[in-house]
């Protein structure tokens, strides 16, 4: 498979994985993009050896370890709009990782993940609306 070929499959994959939310640079604009594209969204989420829903509880998990408090909120919103995780699942995970991350890393969560809840909600009844007539 061609670096274009990948490229396409990659971007197509980061529309799936973010629910359409993350907008990636045009092919070649970016080598940075470029090989995100091509490797980890071309080559490893879409392997299917792990569900979706493991690959972002796992994913979910690094960021909090790793203090990430706005990518939590991506991957949260991403999860809840694609069906992966509720808002409670989201939630008890939460309690889980302060346990092993530590308190101030899941304090720092909290605003985030209850943005991304919301948002994604939102979101979500917008797409079951029907356009006025």
């Given at each position: 498979m061609s670096n274009s070929e990948r490229w396409k499959k990659g971007a197509e994959k980061i529309k799936d994985v973010?629910?359409?939310?993350v907008v990636t640079a045009p092919e070649g604009a970016y080598a940075f993009?470029?090989?995100m594209l091509e490797t980890l969204f071309a080559e490893i989420w879409t392997r299917d050896i792990l569900s979706m829903r493991?690959?972002?509880?796992?994913?979910?998990?690094?960021?909090?370890a790793q203090g990430q408090p706005?990518?939590?909120?991506?991957?949260?919103?991403?999860?809840?709009?694609?069906?992966?995780?509720?808002?409670e699942e989201i939630r008890e995970l939460h309690i889980f990782i302060a346990q092993y991350c530590g308190y101030p890393k899941a304090?720092?969560?909290?605003?985030?993940?209850?943005?991304?809840?919301?948002?994604a909600q939102k979101d979500l009844e917008g797409d079951s609306t029907e356009p006025d007539s």
């Open positions: 973010y629910a359409g939310d993009s470029d090989i493991d690959k972002r509880i796992l994913l979910l998990g690094m960021i909090a706005d990518t939590f909120k991506i991957q949260t919103k991403a999860s809840i709009k694609r069906g992966e995780m509720t808002p304090a720092a969560l909290v605003m985030p993940m209850e943005t991304a809840i919301a948002e």
